[in-house]
């Protein structure tokens, strides 16, 4: 099992480019989650979805979007890239939603300029 | 809401000192909690979790106790060494609350030869 995979694992944007930031994982989890790591500010969630075709807004959505076709894709979407999105992003999943482990992908940083 | 508080970093120690990381919680309904590492460079991995009132979680030699009556889940370890050195996040996940996972800000630790 490869667990939770992500790619680019670093990515430079100019202000306005748009980028989509891929993960998957290969243990059949229902439960995939995105969020955004800040210096100090530990993780804010962004994103999560509780099975193919159903997602929902987290904490801090403005800005990204998702989808969620297959159990085993996740992708982040960033339409228009701010320096405010510069940040360590990270994806994870689960098989359930309480009191289950999340396994956490090993994270995309990105920099807008 | 929910909210998960821990002591702030970073926690310097020598090598073989004892370690105490401070975490407390707050959560309308019976939450588990765990404890997470992040090793530099890389993703979160679980490090232990309690998913009841006087549950103790345990794993290399790190230990929690989840305290219902304190609302509190202490990280402790014996005898820390360098390969200890990491970034700590205590979480919870609550069965009975907005079942979002909730971190919190993480605790740094290094670790001195």
């Known amino acids: 099992n490869a667990g939770v995979t992500q790619t680019p694992k670093f990515r430079i944007l100019k202000i306005g480019q748009s980028m989509t930031l891929q993960c998957a994982q290969d243990?059949?989890?229902?439960?995939m989650y995105w969020y955004r790591q800040d210096p100090g500010m530990g993780l804010k969630l962004i994103y999560y979805?509780?099975?193919?075709?159903?997602?929902d807004k987290g904490e801090v959505p403005n800005g990204y979007n998702v989808s969620r076709s297959t159990t085993e894709d996740f992708p982040l979407r960033l339409e228009l890239a701010a320096p405010s999105q510069t940040s360590v992003y990270f994806c994870?999943?689960?098989?359930?939603?309480?009191?289950?482990?999340?396994?956490f992908g090993p994270g995309t940083r990105l920099l807008v300029l | 809401g929910d909210s998960v508080t821990q002591m702030e970093g970073p926690v310097t120690l020598s090598e073989e000192a004892f370690l105490t990381i401070n975490c407390t919680y707050t959560?309308?309904?019976?939450?588990?909690l765990f404890w997470y590492v992040q090793y530099p460079g890389e993703g979160l991995q679980l490090l232990l979790k309690?998913?009841?009132?006087?549950d103790k979680g345990s794993n290399k030699g790190f230990e929690a106790t989840y305290r219902k009556e304190t609302t509190s889940f202490h990280l402790e370890k014996g005898s820390v060494q360098v390969s200890d050195s990491a970034v700590y996040f205590c979480?919870?996940?609550?069965?009975?609350?907005?079942?979002?996972?909730?971190f919190g800000r993480g605790t740094s630790l290094i670790v001195h030869p």
């Open positions: 994870a999943s689960s098989y359930l939603r309480v009191q289950e482990t999340q396994y």
């Open positions: 979480a919870l996940s609550d069965e009975g609350g907005s079942y979002i996972p909730t």
């Open positions: 309690a998913t009841k009132a006087d």
């Open positions: 959560a309308t309904g019976y939450p588990s």
């Open positions: 243990m059949n989890h229902n439960y």
């Open positions: 979805s509780v099975g193919a075709g159903i997602t």
